[in-house]
């Protein structure tokens, strides 16, 4: 079982389930879902139960062809997937 929080959510999150206990997976969904903060954030967070295939190899090519857009502050550790261009629009 693998949970995947972004770590520039994290912070709030924890702080959100900050004295709760963590007695299930459904739990920490749920309180992960009801995080906000002042300036705006809401995280939406849902149980995905379905099996995925490990072990799938990314080639070097493959990354490189990702719009990914890194952030001037950590750019390996933060960075934005910008929305593929559609080819009927070029």
């Known amino acids: 079982m693998q ?15 900050r004295g709760r206990p963590l007695t299930s997976y459904r739990t920490l969904v749920e ?20 099996v995925y295939q490990t072990g799938t190899k990314v080639t070097d090519a493959q990354l490189k062809a990702l719009p990914i857009r890194p952030d ?6 933060n960075y934005t997937v910008m ?3 559609s080819q009927t629009l070029k």
């Open 3 to 17: 949970i995947k929080i972004e770590h520039k959510m994290f912070n709030f999150v924890a702080m959100n389930w």
């Open 31 to 50: 309180l992960a879902a009801a995080t906000t903060t002042r300036s705006g954030l809401k995280i939406r967070a849902e149980w995905d139960d379905a």
């Open 72 to 77: 001037y502050w950590h750019g390996k550790w």
């Open 83 to 85: 929305p593929a261009v």
